[in-house]
Each structure stands twice: as structure tokens, then as C-alpha cells.
């Protein structure tokens, strides 16, 4: 078994900078791919970014590229965002998840183990 505890959401105003944390405890994660994904209230969750195990391989959704950074610290079990130049439109509860391989993945079925997720809210 896999814990996942999402932190570092909050209210921010448009502009600004959150850096998610993403702790796992239980099992090491240091051979998966990791990921990131999204729910806005009254919409389905969405990918977000994804890393590979070793941190050498990102990807990223085509509407946070540029602004987003995904990275790991296998020493530490956890997995970041960093997020920067927030907009509106990333309001929404951000939730991490593990792959069940090790390449990323944007589907949600490619992953297994779910955190309880992280309100992240951006004020205009």
C-alpha cells in the first residue's frame, strides 16, 4: 500500500506562485512515473504533468506548459509542482497520483494510487 498526501494549496491571487508537495509513505515510489491531475468543481479531473521514475522525462498539459514545473526527490519519496503566473482557470482540487509503470502517463487509468488532494484556489 501507497499513502499520497498532497500540500501547499491555498488561495492565491492571478499571478502568483504555489508550490505543491506530494508525500508518499508506505512504499517507495522511486521506480514509478508520477503524476499530476485537476478537478474544477463540475468538471471530470484532468492531467496536469507527469514525471518519469528517474526525473529525466516530463510532459505537461498543453494549458499549464510554460507556467508549471513538475520534479521529484526520490530520496525523499515526494514529488512537487511548482506552479507559477496562476490564472483563474486553475482553480481546482490538484491531486497526485502514482503510475503503474514507470514511463509517464496522462490517462487516469495509468495510475493506481490516489491522494485525498489539495484545493488550490486564484483570485482576480
Known amino acids: 500500500q501507497v499513502q499520497l498526501v498532497e500540500s501547499g494549496g491555498g488561495l492565491m491571487q492571478v499571478g502568483g506562485s504555489l508550490r505543491l508537495s506530494c508525500a508518499a509513505s508506505?512504499?517507495?515510489?522511486?521506480?514509478?512515473?508520477m503524476g499530476w491531475f485537476r478537478q474544477a468543481p463540475g468538471k471530470e479531473r484532468e492531467f496536469v504533468a507527469a514525471?518519469?521514475?528517474?526525473?529525466?522525462?516530463?510532459i505537461y498539459a498543453d494549458s499549464v506548459k510554460g507556467r508549471f514545473t513538475i520534479s521529484r526527490d526520490n530520496a525523499k519519496n515526494t514529488v512537487y509542482l511548482q506552479m507559477n503566473s496562476l490564472k483563474p482557470e486553475d482553480t481546482a482540487v490538484y491531486y497526485c497520483?502514482?503510475?503503474?509503470?514507470?514511463?509517464?502517463?496522462?490517462?487516469?487509468?495509468?495510475?493506481?494510487?490516489w491522494g485525498q488532494g489539495t484545493q488550490v484556489t486564484v483570485s482576480s
Open positions: 514525471i518519469n521514475w528517474s526525473g529525466d522525462s516530463t
Open positions: 508506505g512504499r517507495s515510489i522511486s521506480t514509478y512515473a
Open positions: 497520483a502514482r503510475s503503474i509503470v514507470s514511463r509517464v502517463g496522462v490517462r487516469k487509468d495509468q495510475y493506481d494510487y
